[in-house]
């Protein structure tokens, strides 16, 4: 390793080991890139160490619990049913130490340096990167920026003792009896009724008028209703004012209409969004990186900030804060510098939110094609009409698909149900590809599975549909 001033000439310097950053690096390293990799915490970044996988594995074993409890419908009774948390949590680490060890042996097997430590750039082409050790220098011909982002922390609710953010809550030792939530968003509403049901009585605060705003109504009512049904209080249209909080407890004031109320609780949870990690030291005005006025990275079609040798991906560039965003993203970078003609087509990016039942989404909704200026034809098969969802006792939910009306093509789909999460990748494969409705229907799905319920939909849009009646 070189120490001091002396530089190291690199081709491509990858600054976050995240998503976006891990598969950035392994796929510029695959294009024949001399690539290093920098990240000052855990490689796999918050999504593997204290985001996506942590949180998915505690709703996997929430889901378990409440099976247990709840087996009536199938003649199944269970009596004494416990949650030993430590041993919930031991299977949740265990899961991410996996993942992180898996994302490391990819990298050294595509032969990409990993330096664990912090990056300070220099001028344009030169970083420093440094620990407590040594402090390499390095001149690159390309680097790619995937350094993430944080919780947004408010001022009225700072991170501490009682107050969390989704990092904290995610490491409890314990099941707290009672939680507030202040946001309910996907990060929310996911942790709001993962506790709800390994038994905490959880309220939700939330500014707009409803829980996950980002989707159509339609679906977040039946998550809202789910939500209900295990006793999460949620309240809407509401402000949240202050927290005080003490060694058992916090109690947390907010207004509704006006009307000033409080609530107390083991923790307050705040989930309000998160912020791109392009402040401190890193020192991108020196590299001669623009920022937006929300500390966004400037970048165009192929992820090539202002430096033209510098790219950035993921969470400090604009759209949605998704996993699968950033690792795509970073593929698209590690491309173009390689001079492929690789670009970023957001169109047929899902999203999705772990909730129960689960929410989907790819593509345009009915009022986004409406306002594309698309004469659109639409339809929603519902999971009730599907033997494989009644025979999971799951009928709750529905598959939506938009269509152009003049050609059939496939224009988005959204999903809430079970499983969601999954079925919205054949959709969004149709959106990617340009599929017609034809081309869904005419596929055999095979019987019986949550999948034909995509067939179904297709078929009642086509306005022919077998499992239920044509209005």
């Not at 990060?187 to 996950?212: C, N, R, Y």
């Not at 909704?365 to 009730?384: D, I, L, N, Q, S």
């Not at 009409?385 to 009306?405: C, H, M, Q, W, Y």
């Amino acid at each position: 390793m070189v120490v001091g001033d002396a530089s190291l000439d690199i081709d491509t310097l990858v600054v976050g080991a995240g998503p976006g950053g891990y598969v950035a690096a392994i796929r510029a390293a695959q294009l024949g890139q001399k690539v290093i990799i920098v990240d000052k915490s855990e490689l796999g970044g918050v999504c593997l160490n204290r985001g996506c996988i942590p949180s998915k594995a505690l709703i996997s074993a929430a889901h378990q619990f409440e099976a247990a409890k709840h087996g009536d419908a199938f003649g199944i009774s269970a009596d004494n049913v416990k949650v030993d948390f430590s041993k919930t949590q031991a299977f949740k680490n265990g899961v991410v130490k996996k993942m992180t060890q898996g994302v490391g042996g990819l990298l050294k097997g595509n032969k990409v340096e990993v330096f664990s430590g912090e990056v300070m750039f220099i001028n344009e082409n030169e970083a420093r990167a440094f620990n407590d050790h040594e402090s390499p220098r390095y001149r690159f011909k390309h680097c790619i920026l995937a350094t993430g982002s944080r919780p947004i922390e408010l001022k009225p609710f700072p991170f501490g003792g009682r107050i969390l953010s989704s990092t904290e809550a995610l490491q409890l030792e314990e099941i707290p009896s009672s939680l507030v939530v202040i946001g309910g968003g996907y990060i929310g509403a996911e942790l709001g009724q993962m506790f709800s049901k390994f038994g905490t009585k959880v309220t939700i605060i939330e500014g707009l008028d409803t829980v996950l705003p980002g989707f159509d109504k339609d679906m977040t009512r039946l998550v809202a209703k789910s939500m209900e049904k295990t006793g999460i209080e949620i309240v809407t249209n509401a402000k949240a004012e202050s927290a005080e909080q003490t060694d058992k407890n916090v109690t947390v004031k907010y207004s509704v209409n006006g009307e000033n109320k409080e609530v107390t609780a083991d923790y307050l949870l705040v989930t309000v969004g998160r912020r791109p990690n392009t402040d401190g030291d890193l020192g991108l005005d020196l590299a001669g990186v623009e920022l937006t006025d929300r500390g966004l990275v400037k970048v165009d079609h192929q992820g090539r900030t202002s430096n033209p040798k510098i790219f950035a991906i993921g969470d400090i560039v604009p759209g949605l804060a998704l996993a699968h965003k950033a690792s795509y993203e970073g593929k698209v970078a590690a491309e173009a510098i390689s001079g492929l003609p690789s670009v970023v087509d957001y169109k047929a990016m899902p999203a999705v939110v772990f909730t129960d039942p689960e929410c989907s989404s790819v593509g345009y909704t009915e009022k986004e094609a409406k306002e594309k200026g698309y004469k659109v034809k639409a339809g929603k098969f519902p999971f009730a009409g599907n033997g494989r969802a009644t025979s999971l006792n799951a009928p709750d939910g529905f598959i939506k698909i938009v269509a152009n009306e003049e050609n059939n093509v496939v224009l988005g789909a959204q999903i809430v149900g079970i499983e969601a999460s999954n079925l919205i990748a054949e959709l969004g494969l149709a959106v990617e590809m340009g599929a017609t409705l034809e081309d869904i229907s005419l596929t055999v799905h095979a019987h019986p599975t949550l999948g034909e319920i995509v067939m179904e939909t297709a078929e009642l849009v086509e306005g022919h549909p077998i499992h239920v009646l044509s209005r």
